[in-house]
């Protein structure tokens, strides 16, 4: 990863974390999407794990700009000594932009966010539980738009920031082609949402995927505007 991609990224997390309403929140977001426990960013910062506790729980004052800069810093670094994985995903998505024909929204939350409040932002019914229960972000695609158009690197990149997020899928009519789609993608998200279809209507098959793939799986027939309004106050 190039030193200007690594910068850039710096800045986006820890200019995020700043702004935050919740930096602890946040701060912790972005350790666990590196997949970074508190007692290895603790030792990386030479400090007691009790203090990046202290931090993300808000026990603490909010970290200055000299802790945030520290910490995210030490993040990169654990996963560049890791062999780069995380870098190397959002350095594929810094510049990433799309039609807005493809791509209706596509967020990152401030702190992670239950996946029933996405699902009730969405008007969304649940048809399999998958393995998270959280999302850290969301993307809402026309899916013949994404599925007739974009390539598997385009496709991988409508992960935005991070894949611990939900996929919505518009103008869905069987779930069929989104989810087959998918299958040439990896990692999964967290969660994946059919708008457009009833949970009676759903491929027969769709559910099967879902449980190999360990994502949630939701049928949505909200009104589209409604949806995209309300996501934007997650």
């Not at 990046?52 to 909010?62: A, C, F, I, K, T």
């Not at 807005?100 to 702190?111: A, F, K, N, P, Q």
Request: glycine share 8%; net charge negative.
């Amino acid at each position: 990863m190039s030193e200007a991609a690594r910068e850039e990224l710096s800045r986006r997390i820890a200019g995020e974390i700043t702004l935050s309403d919740d930096p602890g929140a946040t701060l912790r977001k972005w350790r666990t999407d590196f997949d970074v426990s508190q007692t290895e960013l603790a030792d990386q910062l030479g400090v007691s794990s009790s203090v990046v506790s202290d931090y993300e729980s808000g026990r603490r004052e909010s970290p200055g700009i000299g802790v945030v800069r520290r910490t995210v810093e030490g993040l990169l670094d654990i996963d560049e000594r890791r062999g780069g994985g995380r870098l190397r995903q959002y350095a594929r998505v810094l510049s990433a932009g799309f039609e807005s024909d493809i791509v209706h929204d596509l967020r990152e939350y401030d702190t992670a966010v239950p996946l029933e409040d996405f699902y009730e932002a969405m008007g969304a019914t649940e048809v399999v539980r998958g393995d998270r229960d959280r999302v850290n972000g969301h993307t809402v695609i026309d899916s013949i738009q994404a599925i007739t158009r974009l390539s598997s690197e385009e496709f991988y990149r409508l992960y935005g920031q991070s894949t611990n997020r939900a996929l919505v899928f518009t103008r869905v009519t069987r779930g069929e082609s989104p989810l087959v789609a998918m299958r040439v993608v990896s990692p999964t998200p967290n969660a994946v949402v059919l708008h457009g279809i009833d949970a009676d209507d759903l491929w027969e098959h769709a559910g099967d995927l879902a449980r190999v793939d360990g994502f949630s799986l939701a049928t949505s027939t909200r009104d589209l505007d409604a949806c995209l309004a309300d996501l934007r106050e997650l």
